[in-house]
């Protein structure tokens, strides 16, 4: 598979890959933490471009030593939690525990 790489925060796809005769491609959604945290999904899921994507990436210890978690956003969907923040607005996240079990899941994307 060809990679285009993100160039900016922006909301959307981060990632769209290609298969070389171009028959098939995936969106893919990544969400990058420091140390392991919850994923912040943000306040409005349902507009999400998580949803929209095919894959759904969290790299984890970006900084020391990155740590890859693979999954697609339906196979969490029934995982996010829903709170308020600290200022009372709606928040949603993904606990560590529910995306650690998809370490390294290189497999699920597949090959070009």
């Known amino acids: 598979m ?3 790489p993100t160039s900016r925060n922006a909301k959307g796809i981060d990632i769209m890959i290609y298969s070389q005769d171009a028959k098939r491609k995936h969106a893919i959604q990544i969400k990058s933490l420091t140390k ?4 912040p999904l943000g ?3 349902k507009e999400s471009s998580l949803f929209l994507a095919d894959y ?3 790299v984890r ?3 020391k030593a990155p740590e890859v978690f693979i999954t697609t956003p339906m196979r969490i969907r029934e995982e ?3 709170g308020r923040n600290e200022r009372g607005l709606l928040s949603y996240w993904l606990h560590p525990r529910s995306y650690e079990k ?3 899941n290189w497999d699920l994307i ?3």
Do not use: A, S, T
Not at 36 to 39: E, Y
């Open 2 to 4: 060809e990679c285009n």
């Open 36 to 39: 392991r945290n919850p994923v």
């Open 43 to 45: 306040g409005k899921i």
């Open 56 to 58: 759904l990436i969290i």
């Open 61 to 63: 210890n970006m900084i």
């Open 80 to 82: 996010i939690h829903e």
């Open 102 to 104: 998809f370490k390294n």
């Open 110 to 112: 597949g090959n070009g």
